[in-house]
């Protein structure tokens, strides 16, 4: 299995500034196959980022993925105040179970 | 409208069984894979299981492997989720989800429902 470890677990920042937030595989996850998706309280996951740099339909250009191998990253150049949220990182490989998700980093409002 | 809506969430007792439905509108439903996903009161996002578009293939987690069944009825534009042997660590939010049905990009999803809650406990 191949286990996502998100961090910093809570991050606190105020709006205007830049937010980078990291995903570390335990293994090497092909780039082609690393999500990236904002949750808000009470709400469903929404996609922001696929392929670890291609911005989902709709996403504001401010949401950016890079990353390779085992360490993935997801910078928000200017935070707005919708950002706060939780953001996971998902990845699809082949060993079992094919589909994981990390812990989450919760963004909030300093 | 491009919508996943699910239903059949509740409280049951340990042991129980429940049958969740994701009734999708808004694209040709028959076209995609459907995943589901859980996810436990304040924790984090769990893959539950898949199934690809003609329903003549499924995977689970091992969490649920046995217990849970996967299906969909194309005509019906409808995901199942049959859940027995309930256990308490399966409380959670139950999410259905579309496979973005990429070739290049392996699975990721690109359309959530809002989830319904199952509750086991006595």
């Known amino acids: 299995e191949i286990v996502l470890t998100q961090s910093p677990g809570t991050l606190s920042l105020s709006p205007g500034e830049r937010a980078t937030l990291s995903c570390r595989a335990s293994q090497s996850v092909s780039s082609s196959y690393l999500a990236w998706y904002q949750q808000k309280p009470g709400q469903a996951p929404r996609l922001l980022i696929y392929g670890a740099s291609s911005r989902a339909t709709g996403i504001p250009d401010r949401f950016s993925g890079s990353g390779s191998g085992t360490d993935f990253t997801l910078t928000i150049s200017r935070l707005e105040p919708e950002d706060f949220a939780v953001y996971y990182c998902?990845?699809?490989?082949?060993?079992?179970?094919?589909?994981?998700f990390g812990q989450g980093t919760r963004l909030e409002i300093k | 409208e491009v919508q996943l809506v699910e239903s059949g969430g509740g409280l049951v007792q340990p042991g129980g069984s429940l049958r969740l439905s994701c009734a999708a509108s808004g694209f040709t439903f028959s076209s995609y894979w459907m995943h589901w996903v859980r996810q436990a009161p304040g924790k984090g996002l769990v893959w539950v299981s898949r199934i690809n578009s003609d329903g003549s293939s499924t995977s689970y987690a091992d969490s649920v492997k046995g217990r849970f069944t996967i299906s969909r009825d194309n005509a019906k534009n409808t995901l199942y989720l049959q859940m027995n042997s309930l256990r308490a660590e399966d409380t959670a939010v139950y999410y259905c989800?579309?496979?973005?049905?990429?070739?290049?990009?392996?699975?990721?999803?690109?359309?959530w429902g809002r989830g319904t809650l199952v509750t086991v406990s006595s």
């Open positions: 989800a579309r496979d973005a049905d990429s070739p290049v990009y392996g699975i990721y999803f690109d359309l």
């Open positions: 998902q990845q699809y490989g082949s060993s079992p179970p094919p589909i994981t």
